[in-house]
């Protein structure tokens, strides 16, 4: 999530536009092999390139969009892993490509809203700790810009360096407290819902249930490295299919907008909360590294300086 929100436009809404540009292509009559190839030469999309000399060296367009040269994000492996297995699914369930294409570029875009939600609810706290954290420094260099000595103070003897020891000792571990706290409030794993989508588009070329579903753990197996925890909601909704009489595959696209809602509030949720556990580390490691490093130095200074005017 790092490099991601650090991208001015996130991959995954480059993805997005090139899914659904390649269906644009495809429903004009263009092949498969030539829409990448005229989207490489349009766009200045590096993976776009990439998956286009790919396919010109005589790889398969999905070994061509796993094979990248770069070497991207984890979240951006697996949306390309994701359009890999859209790709396999349509191709070998006979589903119209064009439109699983698009359905997997609106896919992208939900997605993509909720990255960027969820980055901006972070921006606060995780700059907020950012600037909290170098408190324990500030409090050094202003005892320093008050005449006194407070880095020889920590570095002339024992005491010295084990408040100085003590403090960096804390500073770093409020750093990687909150690493690991903004770290946990990310995001993470494949797009949500991804296999119900599958399923849907499986089903969409005619295939039978059975079939539909071995096409789908084949590509699950191939280009998803996450564990299929859409089963159960999988069951849940053929049995509802079954029950009532109706086709599966509507039933299989709301479950997955269900999904990615329950997603994005989780995310939001999680990012709101941060702001309060971020707290545990400023009281408990930031504020003792500021009283090390910034005010025991500086009465160590005074109290020495005052003995030595005696």
């Known amino acids: 999530m790092r490099t991601d929100r650090a991208q001015r436009r996130p991959e995954i809404d480059r993805l997005a536009t090139l899914a659904e540009t390649l269906a644009t292509l495809l429903e004009a009559g263009i092949g498969p092999a030539p829409a990448w190839s005229y989207l490489a030469e349009s766009t200045d999309d590096p993976f776009a390139a990439s998956v286009g000399r790919g396919i010109t060296s005589g790889d398969t367009v999905v070994c061509a969009i796993m094979s990248g040269r770069d070497d991207p994000p984890p979240r951006v492996r697996e949306a390309r892993a994701a359009l890999a297995a859209v790709w396999w699914v349509a191709t070998e369930s006979g589903s119209p490509l064009a439109d699983c294409l698009r359905a997997c570029g609106e896919s992208f875009h939900r997605q993509g809203d909720t990255e960027r ?159 309060v556990r971020l707290m545990l580390p400023l009281g408990l490691c930031v504020l003792p590294a500021f009283m090390l490093l910034g005010v025991a130095p500086l009465l160590l200074a005074i109290v020495s300086s005052t003995f030595e005017s005696l």
């Not at 770290?183 to 588009?201: D, V, W």
């Not at 089903?203 to 789908?216: N, Q, Y």
């Open 117 to 275: 939600d969820i980055a901006v609810a972070l921006a606060g706290p995780v700059l907020t700790a950012r600037m909290v954290s170098f408190l324990p420094l500030v409090g050094l260099l202003f005892g320093m810009a008050l005449g006194f000595d407070t880095l020889g103070t920590l570095t002339g003897n024992p005491v010295g360096w084990a408040l100085l020891s003590g403090g960096a000792l804390l500073m770093g571990l409020g750093a990687a407290w909150n690493r690991r706290l903004s770290h946990r409030a990310t995001p993470s794993g494949s797009a949500p819902a991804i296999e119900l989508e599958l399923l849907a588009m499986a089903l969409a070329g005619g295939a039978a249930i059975s079939v539909a579903r071995e096409v789908v753990a084949d590509a699950c197996r191939r280009f998803l490295s996450g564990g299929r925890d859409s089963v159960p909601a999988i069951e849940r909704v053929l049995e509802l299919s079954a029950r009532a009489g109706i086709p599966a595959g509507a039933l299989l696209r709301s479950e997955a907008d269900r999904g990615r809602r329950e997603s994005r509030s989780a995310g939001q949720a999680a990012a709101a909360s941060l702001a």
